[in-house]
């Protein structure tokens, strides 16, 4: 009884303890596989013929994993201000990666409408020699409140935009819209 004590008193100790916010590493791996299948950043392509390279990779990913709230790994956030959904549920994460932009200046746009998580994000830029710079950081706090955060970038023509987030809370969930434009 008293060894189930100490066991249960250093458990709640250890998940006491916040998780460290994701880092711009978590869509490294599909940030590279879309560098790879476009080679160097080229301003004089057409959005256009771009943006039907991009559909033939995302068709050959959503046929994989359907891009849903279920994929394992990285989804993909079309620029384009759709909302896609999901629900982040206790210590785990979710992980969102864009095209190579063709503007200078993109709005991420998240929106926490339910849930009671302690969540990070951490918004990455990775150009196409693979240098990773963190834009932006921000908590949504505990409780149930709703909130809207959005997050202006700038200077990211020809870079890929990886949006990292993590619920920090054991036991609740993070239920969320995200849109990018």
Same mark, same amino acid.
């Given at each position: 009884?008293k060894k189930?004590?100490?066991? &249960?008193?250093? =458990?709640?100790? &250890? %998940?006491?303890?916040?998780?460290?916010?994701?880092?711009?590493?978590?869509?490294?791996?599909?940030?590279?596989?879309?560098?790879?299948?476009?080679?160097?950043?080229?301003?004089?392509?057409?959005?256009?013929?771009?943006? #039907?390279?991009?559909?033939?990779?995302?068709?050959?990913?959503?046929?994989?994993?359907?891009?849903?709230?279920?994929?394992?790994?990285?989804?993909? &956030?079309?620029?384009?201000?759709?909302?896609?959904?999901?629900?982040?549920?206790?210590?785990?994460?979710?992980?969102?990666?864009?095209?190579?932009?063709?503007?200078?200046?993109?709005?991420?746009?998240?929106?926490?409408?339910?849930?009671?998580?302690?969540?990070?994000? %951490?918004?990455?830029?990775?150009?196409?020699?693979?240098? &990773?710079?963190?834009?932006?950081? =921000?908590?949504?706090?505990?409780?149930?409140?709703r @909130?809207?955060k #959005? =997050?202006?970038?700038?200077?990211?023509?020809? @870079?890929?935009?990886?949006?990292?987030?993590?619920?920090?809370?054991?036991?609740?969930?993070?239920?969320?819209?995200?849109?990018?434009?």
């Amino acid at each position: 009884m008293k060894k189930s004590i100490i066991i &249960l008193g250093v =458990f709640l100790v &250890l %998940v006491s303890f916040p998780s460290l916010a994701q880092n711009c590493n978590q869509g490294k791996n599909l940030a590279k596989k879309t560098w790879e299948s476009w080679g160097t950043w080229n301003p004089k392509l057409q959005e256009g013929t771009f943006n #039907k390279e991009v559909q033939k990779l995302k068709n050959s990913w959503n046929s994989l994993v359907s891009n849903t709230g279920f994929t394992i790994g990285p989804r993909f &956030l079309e620029v384009v201000g759709i909302y896609q959904n999901g629900t982040i549920r206790g210590q785990t994460s979710s992980t969102f990666v864009t095209p190579p932009s063709f503007n200078d200046k993109m709005i991420i746009d998240i929106y926490k409408y339910a849930g009671r998580a302690q969540t990070s994000v %951490v918004i990455c830029a990775m150009d196409s020699d693979g240098v &990773l710079t963190q834009l932006e950081s =921000f908590t949504f706090s505990n409780g149930k409140s709703r @909130k809207r955060k #959005k =997050f202006t970038l700038n200077n990211i023509k020809g @870079k890929i935009i990886i949006v990292a987030m993590k619920n920090l809370s054991v036991g609740y969930r993070f239920s969320y819209k995200i849109r990018a434009w």
